[in-house]
């Protein structure tokens, strides 16, 4: 499907890509609106939209009188839908150790929760999920496999009961996006995931919270190994960045 940006959408993209990308540094100013306008070719109006998008994601600010500045990343949101694509074109191999690092930290613990908390209907939910993607797997192109395996991880999240780690899966969708299409090209990952995947549900089922850890951080090992053996993979290793 293609999607068509509206002019401010592709301004906002614009000035979001050179500040992820580093074209305007941390404490540096951007340019003048009339100069911002007349090379992207819209209105004032327009670049000033944009700016005020970029300083509601914490990436810009904007003082009357001195400016608007780039802040540093630390400032900046990052499970914005927007920042995530954007690091993931400027930095990719930053984000995929982020998105391990992440994974580990929050995945094992939810599915802890989900092991005392989940009901039939989070049961469920997961079956299907776990059934979307073997029956991807199953078809040449393995179409639609990425999307299932994400679904599965929202799910996990979603039956550990707590709104916050639900609200933080259906975030980080982009990231997880973008380290699963890595990690899937290496040989034999889709069909060596896909056994852990069950022993996670069936922890979850049981309601086994131990098992059902260690088996959701059997997935993001594994993971994490194929993403480093992945032909797909950036230059450099997720753990080379810095």
């Known amino acids: 499907m293609v999607h ?13 890509r050179r500040v992820v990308g580093g ?3 941390p404490g540096n100013p951007l340019p003048v609106e ?8 819209v209105s004032r109006g327009v670049v000033r939209e944009a700016v ?20 540093p990343p630390e400032h900046w949101n990052h499970l914005d ?27 094992p613990e939810a599915a802890r929760l989900a092991a005392n908390r989940a009901g039939t209907d989070d049961v469920r939910v997961l079956y299907d999920s776990l059934a979307a993607m073997e029956a991807a797997a199953a078809e040449p192109g393995r179409r639609g496999y990425v999307e299932a395996d994400i679904a599965f991880h929202r799910a996990l999240l979603d039956a550990s009961g707590n709104r916050l780690l639900g609200s933080l899966g259906r975030a980080v969708d982009i990231a997880l996006e973008h380290s699963f ?11 060596a995931s896909l056994p852990g995947h069950r022993a996670v549900v069936e922890a979850v089922e049981a309601h086994d919270p131990a098992a059902a850890a260690a088996a959701v951080l059997a997935i993001i090992k594994a993971a994490d190994r194929e993403i480093t053996h992945s032909p797909g993979m950036p230059s450099g290793r997720p753990g080379d960045a810095v």
Do not use: N
């Not at 005020?52 to 802040?71: C, D, E, I, Q, S």
């Open 4 to 16: 068509f940006l509206t002019t401010h959408q592709r301004v906002v993209d614009e000035l979001g």
């Open 23 to 25: 074209v305007w540094q």
């Open 34 to 41: 009339d100069a911002l306008a007349a090379e992207i070719g």
């Open 52 to 71: 005020k998008a970029l300083a509601a994601k914490g990436m810009l600010h904007v003082r009357p009188r001195t400016g608007t500045r780039v802040l």
């Open 81 to 107: 839908r927007d920042v995530l694509r954007w690091k993931q074109a400027g930095d990719a191999t930053a984000l995929l150790r982020d998105t391990g690092e992440l994974r580990r930290i929050v995945e």
């Open 181 to 191: 299409l890595i990690s899937t090209q290496t040989p034999g990952a889709v069909e």
